[in-house]
């Protein structure tokens, strides 16, 4: 059973093998290395630890979070929690799913929608990471459980961004609002929301333009399109998933930062974990943004995407093939 954004759902087989095989260059980063580290290591010296903490920067867990739990590995062989060297892998994955599983202070439940209301869930994130194909296997994914997804093309900057959506959308069957190229985006969200109450789609999912996180009249607009949506339905929007990309490491936590404080992002979806070494990003996303990780990209097809589940997760790089 894995807990999604939705609640808990029996998972299809394979979907295990699919995650174990878009980490495996991450678990040869980070798992591999460590075992190079610590098999066959007489004695727990600062050598060691030296070069876990190497090992887990190199994965891209971050340098303050690296340090946080070389600090509890010290810890426990300090206080003979761990007495050979080798059991330093197990604890170190203890420590990885520890954080992973309370990523802290910004998570909270989605909001639920009044009854009857469509779910009001925006996609946020710089450009390139990949909000519009991240939506177009949400909607999948929503459509699979029996809802009906609308989409809202509200990444109006590009006539490109639009026509992309729509591809989605008639591949996947589904209705999407949109506007001319230039339009304002919370026009086109106005839009999308009175056709979903009239037609009781659910939910609806909005693109939104790769806004640069540094332009803050950008942030202004994501700000307007939330005041837009929550007039139109109560507590929109419900979800706030920012889009990330793992393959861009530590200067995805920056843009993140912003998107956080300013867009109330509330939950990652991190994309091209298949494309990346440097899977230990998620441990630094969970501990330094405070917020959970809720889907992985692992490729381009539109079931590519998988609801997180830490314990998995940990599994998919600690567990032997
Ligand atoms: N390998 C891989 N590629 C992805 C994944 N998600 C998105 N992409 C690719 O990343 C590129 C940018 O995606 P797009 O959705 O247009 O990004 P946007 O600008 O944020 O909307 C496209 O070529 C996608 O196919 C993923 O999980 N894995
Ligand atoms: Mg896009």
């Given at each position: 059973m894995v807990q999604t954004l939705f609640g808990s759902q029996e998972k299809k087989p394979g979907l295990f093998d699919r995650l174990r095989n878009a980490v495996a260059s991450t678990k040869a980063q980070l798992v591999e290395r460590v075992e190079g580290i610590v098999e066959g290591r007489e004695k727990i010296d600062d050598e060691v630890f030296d070069e876990l903490e190497a090992a887990l920067i190199a994965a891209d867990v971050g340098v303050k979070t690296a340090q946080e739990i070389l600090q509890r590995l010290r810890l426990a062989v300090s206080r003979r929690q761990?007495?050979?060297?080798?059991q330093l892998r197990g604890a170190l994955e203890q420590e990885i799913l520890a954080i992973l599983e309370n990523p802290g202070t910004q998570a909270s439940a989605p909001k639920r929608p009044p009854e009857g209301l469509p779910e009001v869930i925006f996609v946020v994130g710089v450009n390139g990471v990949g909000k519009t194909t991240s939506i177009a296997k949400l909607a999948a994914y929503y459509a699979q459980q029996g809802r009906r997804p609308l989409l809202c093309?509200?990444?109006?900057?590009?006539?490109a961004a639009i026509e992309q959506l729509e591809i989605w959308a008639g591949r996947l069957g589904l209705e999407m609002v949109k506007q001319k190229p230039g339009a304002d985006p919370s026009a086109v969200i106005y839009d999308a929301l009175a056709a979903a109450k009239k037609r009781h789609d659910d939910p609806v999912i909005v693109d939104t333009a790769?806004?640069?996180?540094?332009k803050s009249n950008l942030m202004t607009e994501l700000e307007k399109m939330c005041r837009i949506a929550g007039r139109e339905v109560?507590?929109?929007?419900?979800q706030v998933l920012l889009v990330l990309d793992a393959t861009t490491g530590q200067n995805g936590l920056n843009q993140a930062r912003q998107f956080t404080q300013?867009?109330?992002?509330?939950g990652i979806i991190l994309t091209?974990?298949?494309?990346?070494?440097?899977?230990?990003v998620t441990v630094a996303i969970a501990r330094e943004l405070g917020l959970p990780i809720l889907f992985v990209g692992i490729g381009e097809k539109i079931d590519d995407l998988l609801p997180f589940d830490p314990k998995e997760f940990v599994a998919s790089l600690f567990q032997s093939a």
């Open positions: 761990v007495t050979e060297a080798r093309a509200a990444d109006t900057f590009r006539a790769g806004r640069l996180h540094t109560a507590g929109a929007p419900h300013r867009a109330g992002a509330r091209k974990l298949d494309g990346t070494a440097k899977g230990g």
